[in-house]
């Protein structure tokens, strides 16, 4: 399947790394959400790593995006652990966010 806007690759032991790509729009995010969330339900995953690598800036609708995707994924006994945060997005996040998001965080994906 797929899913325009991301490039979601299984690395394992049911774990997968979802990579947005530029073209990922957010607007249209419930058919992207259950789109991702079926093919994760399909192969059995476990874990969704999400790699914000190449998002310098993470804004309110941003942030709207990542909760609700963690939040679908949990009601299906997924955990999706956001990695590879950059210094100025963990700044802005910090900045408007009132409580504890939905997903974890990680440096990276373990060894």
Not at 50 to 67: E, K, M, R, S, T
Not at 86 to 109: D, E, I, M, N
Request: overall charge neutral; proline content about 6%.
């Amino acid at each position: 399947m797929s899913i325009p806007g991301i490039h979601l690759t299984c690395i394992g032991r049911g774990n997968y790394l979802l990579e947005p790509l530029r073209s990922l729009n957010i607007q249209n995010s419930g058919q992207i959400m259950q789109d991702v969330v079926a093919l994760l339900q399909q192969e059995k995953a476990r874990r969704l790593y999400y790699d914000l690598n190449g998002l310098p800036v993470i804004d309110p609708a941003y942030y709207d995006w990542l909760d609700k995707l963690a939040r679908i994924c949990l009601t299906v006994n997924i955990k999706m652990i956001c990695i590879n945060m950059q210094p100025t997005a963990a700044f802005t996040l910090s900045s408007f966010l009132a409580g504890k998001p939905a997903f974890a965080t990680a440096l990276g994906v373990p060894d």
